[in-house]
C-alpha cells in the first residue's frame, strides 16, 4: 500500500481542524515554547489530548458474537459520537490508518504542529496487523524470545541487542512508542503474564528492562516500562486490589522500576489495571507523583493501561497525564470537570506539557521517514542467537547433549515438537511470518526426523484440533491464540519402533499462557498430566532398552512441576518460548553449535503448595453491600468483569530465592542454576578494601575448565549484618557474564556495590540504611552454589536515601518471618 506518512498529513488536516481559532498565527510546537502552544489551545482541544483515540482492531464477526452483549461496550467499535464535532471524527478516521493494530494513537492538531504519537504493543517484539487492505505488502514483525528467556541470559548486552532490533521495528513500521519492557515480579508461577516478565528478583528485572529500554531508546523511539505496580496475576485484574507492606513494595515490587527509571530515562511508563492498598495505580499521587517522579526524578509521561482505573480526574490529578485507550465519555468528563472547578485546568496544562516534551523526541515528529522495511533477516539471526543463551539446561546425564557425532536420526515425541510456542498470548503475541518447527529446525542443523512419526502426529493434532474448545482465557480466544492440544499417548509399541529406528528421542512438553487468565495448579498447566509423564517413561524405557537416549524439551513460558518426573530422562533442556526461531534455536543447541548459558531467574519449586504465595494467590472476594465496581463501562473490557477483590502479600519480602532461603525450603532448581556443556573454575575474589567507603569494586576470575567453548553467568549476592529488622539470608547485588571463553581461557570479571546495595528499607522512617557491621559477598554459580567468599566493614550505619511516605496499607501487613 502507498505509505502513510502521518507528518504530511499534518498541512492537509491543517485546515479541516481550523473550526475553531485555527489561523496560521496558532503558536506552532517546535517554535514557540510548550507553554506558548498549552495556552493557546481550547479546553476542547486539551481534553481531546490527554485522552487516547480509541482502539481500532480489526476483530472478526465470529468473536465479536462471542463477547458479553455482543461487544456493544467496547471501544473496539463504538458507536461513532458525534458530540464532538466532524473534525474529531474525521481525525480518528485518518488516525485508524496509521499503522493499524497499533494499540492506540494520541489525537493531532496539526495547526499547533501536534502530530499523534503510535503506541504499539510490546514487548516480544511489535505488535502490528501483519495484512492492510489494498496492498499485497506484508508488515510482519520479528518475534523475539519472551523476556523471561532474556533474563535467564544474565546479558545485559544481548539484551540491548534485542531491544535496538525491535526498537528499529518501532521506527521502520512508523510507530513512536513500543508498550514495553513488561517488569512486574514473577511472585507467583501461576501469573499468566510471567512470560512478559523477567525475574522474581527486583536487581534483575530492573537491570534487564534498563538493558532493554537502553536498546529500544537508541533507535529514536520510546518505551512505556509497564505495568506500575505490583500487578503480579490476570485474575481479576481490572479491579483487584493487591494490599502489600510498604518495605515489599520498595524492596521488590517497586526497585525493579526504580532501576530502570534511574538508569535508562524510560519515555513513558505505563500504570498497571490492579488497585494498591485500596487506590487503582492510576489514581495514585503517591505512586505516580511523590514515588515516580519525587523519588526517582522521572521526566517522562505516565498512561493507563488499556481501560485501567475508573475516574479520569483523579486520575489527572495524580499525574496519569494519558488515558488510554480513551473514549469520547472521557473527553466530556474532562471538559466538564475543569468547567465546574473539579479540575484545576492548571493540571491539565501541566500533563499536557508531560506528553508533549515526550512528543517532540518523537521520529515521526521529527519527519522520520519510515520504510516499512526493517532488516527482518537481519533480526532473525538476532532472536536464533539470543534464544540460545538463554537456554537453561537443567540435567544433562552422560553428557547426553550436545548429541554425539553419530547422532543423525531423531525421533521427535510430544506434540508441541510439530508446534513450536514461540510466545504467550495477548498483547505481547507478535504477527511473525513464520515459526521454525523442531523438526526444520533439526532438518536444518542436518538432521533427519522420523516421517511416519511426524505423519502420526501431525493427523493427531489436525484431528483433535478439529474439536479442541476454544481456550477458557477470552483474550486468548479473541487473539485467536493456539493453545497445545491435549498430548497424543504414545503406546510402549510405538516407542519400541522407533527406538529401534532412530538414534535419540526428543520429548517436547508445551505450555501457553497469556493476558486475561491465570494459570492452573493442576495437571496439564503446572503439573504434568498422566499422558505426558506416561511418554516420558514410555520413550525413555524403549530408548534405553536399545541403548539410545531420550531427552526432555520445555517449550514453556513459566514455572512448571519437575520434581516427580525429571529423573526419568537423559536430559533436560529448558527452552522456554524462544521466538520465531524456535526450531533453528533449539536445534543450534542440542547438535551443540550453541553451548546453552542461560540460567534461571526464576526458582522452580518441588512443588506448586511450597510456593510462599501458593496459599493466597490469586486471592480472594470481597463481600460488598455496594454494586461491583463495574462501570459496565465502555472499557470494552467490562466481559472482564470488575469484581470486588483482593489479594494480601503475607509472603511480603519473601519472594523468590529470598523465600526459600530464608525458609529452608528446597527446590526443584535454584534461581541462578543452568548447566553447561563445560565447566567453569571460580578463582582469585579480590575486594577493592575490606571497608566500605561509598563504594566497593569486585573482581575475579572465571576459567573454561572443560572441552568446548562456552560462556558463564556469574552471580554476586550480599548477606548483610543483622539490624534491627529481619533481612533475607542473602540477596543478588550483581552479576556478570563473560564472552565466549576456549577451552582452558580465562577471563576477569568485575562487580560494583554501591551503598544501596548494602541497605535495607525502613518502614517507620521511610529510610533506606544500611547497618553497621560486617557484610559478606559470595560469588556464585548459582544461588546455591557459592564458589566464592569474601567480607567487607561497614563502620558506621549509613542512611542512603530518605524517600516519601507513600501507598501505606491501611493496616500493618500480618507477613511471614523467618524463625
Ligand atoms: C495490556 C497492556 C497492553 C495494552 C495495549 C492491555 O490489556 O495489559 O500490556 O500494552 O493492553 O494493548
Not at 43 to 63: N, R, W, Y
Amino acid at each position: 500500500m502507498k505509505q502513510f506518512r502521518k507528518h504530511l498529513l499534518l498541512g492537509a488536516l491543517f485546515l479541516m481542524f481550523s473550526s475553531h481559532w485555527a489561523t496560521a498565527q496558532e503558536p506552532k510546537l517546535g517554535e514557540a515554547s510548550i507553554s506558548k502552544v498549552i495556552s493557546a489551545m481550547t479546553l476542547q482541544q486539551k481534553a481531546e489530548l490527554v485522552i487516547g483515540t480509541g482502539m481500532h482492531f480489526e476483530i472478526p464477526d465470529s468473536i465479536k458474537d462471542k463477547l458479553p452483549g455482543g461487544g456493544a461496550n467496547s471501544p473496539f467499535f463504538q458507536a461513532p459520537d458525534t458530540t464532538l464535532g466532524k473534525a474529531y471524527n474525521e481525525m480518528l478516521e485518518k488516525l485508524q490508518k496509521i499503522v493499524p493494530g497499533a494499540a492506540g494513537h494520541t489525537a493531532m492538531f496539526p495547526e499547533f504542529n501536534i502530530s499523534t504519537m503510535v503506541l504499539t504493543d510490546g514487548p516480544a517484539g511489535l505488535r502490528i496487523q501483519p495484512k492492510r487492505k489494498g496492498t499485497d505488502q506484508t508488515y510482519y514483525c520479528t518475534a523475539f524470545p519472551i523476556a523471561t528467556l532474556l533474563a535467564s541470559t544474565w546479558d545485559k548486552d544481548l539484551v540491548t541487542k534485542v531491544g535496538e532490533a525491535m526498537g528499529n521495528e518501532v521506527l521502520e513500521y512508523g510507530s513512536d512508542v513500543l508498550l514495553a519492557p513488561g517488569m512486574n515480579i514473577q511472585r507467583n508461577p501461576l501469573c499468566g503474564r510471567n512470560f512478559e516478565y523477567y525475574s522474581e528478583d527486583p536487581f534483575v528485572t530492573g537491570q534487564m528492562a534498563a538493558a532493554m529500554v537502553k536498546g529500544i531508546q537508541s533507535e529514536g523511539v520510546g518505551t512505556s516500562i509497564k505495568h506500575f505496580v505490583a500487578n503480579n496475576q490476570e485474575t481479576n485484574r481490572l479491579s483487584v486490589n493487591t494490599i502489600v507492606s510498604e518495605r515489599a513494595l520498595r524492596e521488590i515490587y517497586l526497585e525493579g522500576f526504580r532501576i530502570a527509571v534511574e538508569e535508562a530515562n524510560p519515555w513513558t511508563v505505563m500504570s498497571s489495571y490492579n488497585k494498591v492498598n485500596g487506590t487503582y495505580t492510576s489514581e495514585s499521587g503517591d505512586l505516580l507523583t511523590k514515588i515516580l517522579r519525587d523519588d526517582w526524578g522521572f521526566k517522562g509521561y505516565v498512561m493507563t493501561d488499556w481501560t485501567g482505573g475508573s475516574d479520569v480526574i483523579a486520575q489527572m490529578e495524580a499525574g496519569n497525564d494519558l488515558i488510554m485507550p480513551g473514549n469520547t465519555k472521557q473527553i466530556h468528563e474532562i471538559i466538564n470537570a475543569v468547567k465546574s472547578g473539579k479540575l484545576d485546568e492548571k493540571i491539565l496544562d501541566r500533563n499536557i506539557a508531560r506528553i508533549l516534551k515526550v512528543l517532540m523526541m518523537s521520529p515521526d515528529y521529527k519527519g522520520f521517514h519510515h520504510t516499512d522495511k526493517p532488516d527482518l533477516k537481519a533480526h532473525a539471526a538476532i532472536t536464533r542467537r539470543a534464544a540460545t543463551d538463554g537456554m537453561v539446561l537443567l540435567k544433562n546425564n552422560n553428557s547426553a547433549l550436545p548429541f554425539a557425532e553419530n547422532i543423525k536420526d531423531v525421533a521427535a515425541f510430544g506434540n508441541t515438537s510439530y508446534e513450536m510456542i514461540t510466545g504467550g498470548t495477548g498483547s505481547g503475541d507478535v504477527n511473525e511470518a513464520y515459526t521454525i518447527s523442531l523438526t526444520d529446525g533439526l532438518k536444518n542443523d542436518g538432521y533427519t526426523t522420523d516421517a511416519s512419526l511426524k505423519g502420526t502426529y501431525e493427523s493427531y493434532i489436525k484431528d483433535e484440533r478439529a474439536h479442541q474448545p476454544k481456550p477458557k482465557n477470552i483474550l486468548a480466544a479473541m487473539m485467536g491464540a493456539r493453545m497445545p492440544v491435549t498430548e497424543m499417548n504414545v503406546t510402549p509399541e510405538l516407542a519400541k519402533e522407533m527406538a529401534a529406528k532412530t538414534d535419540v528421542a526428543l520429548i517436547t512438553i508445551g505450555r501457553n499462557s497469556g493476558e486475561g487468565g491465570d494459570r492452573e495448579a493442576a495437571p496439564g498447566d503446572f503439573d504434568l498430566t498422566k499422558t505426558e509423564k506416561a511418554m516420558i517413561q514410555i520413550v525413555t524405557d524403549a530408548y534405553h532398552a536399545a541403548g539410545k537416549k531420550a531427552i526432555v524439551i520445555l517449550n514453556i513460558g513459566g514455572v512448571i512441576e519437575t520434581a516427580s518426573w525429571r529423573d526419568i530422562p537423559d536430559a533436560i533442556l529448558l527452552a522456554w518460548q524462544p521466538g520465531q526461531e524456535s526450531g533453528n534455536s533449539i536445534a543450534d543447541v542440542l547438535s551443540g553449535k550453541a553451548n546453552p548459558s542461560g540460567k534461571l531467574a526464576v526458582t522452580f519449586p518441588m512443588k506448586y503448595s511450597d510456593v510462599p504465595s501458593s496459599d493466597n494467590f490469586p486471592g480472594h472476594a470481597v463481600k460488598t453491600d455496594k454494586p461491583m465496581d463495574d462501570k459496565a463501562d465502555g472499557s470494552g473490557f467490562s466481559f472482564m468483569r470488575r469484581v470486588p477483590w483482593e489479594v494480601t502479600y503475607h509472603d511480603g519480602i519473601y519472594v523468590g530465592y529470598r523465600y526459600y532461603d530464608a525458609f529452608n525450603v528446597k527446590p526443584a532448581y535454584e534461581f541462578g542454576y543452568g548447566l553447561s556443556y563445560t565447566t567453569f573454575k571460580y578463582s582469585n575474589l579480590k575486594l577493592s578494601s575490606d571497608k566500605f567507603d561509598g563504594s566497593l569494586t569486585i573482581t575475579m576470575n572465571v576459567k573454561n575448565t572443560g572441552k568446548v567453548a562456552g560462556q558463564e553467568a556469574v552471580q554476586l549476592y550480599v548477606s548483610a549484618p543483622k539490624g534491627s529488622i529481619n533481612k533475607p539470608v542473602k540477596e543478588l547485588k550483581d552479576f556478570g557474564k563473560t564472552k565466549s571463553l576456549k577451552p582452558g581461557e580465562s577471563q576477569t570479571l568485575t562487580f560494583k556495590l554501591s551503598p544501596r546495595s548494602l541497605a535495607s528499607f525502613h518502614t517507620d522512617s521511610s529510610e533506606w540504611i544500611a547497618d553497621a557491621g560486617t557484610y559478606k559477598v559470595e560469588i556464585g554459580a548459582s544461588s546455591r552454589d557459592i564458589r566464592l567468599n569474601g567480607t567487607f566493614d561497614l563502620d558506621k550505619e549509613l542512611m542512603v536515601k530518605k524517600v516519601n511516605k507513600a501507598l501505606a496499607p491501611a493496616a500493618p501487613v500480618k507477613e511471614i518471618q523467618p524463625k
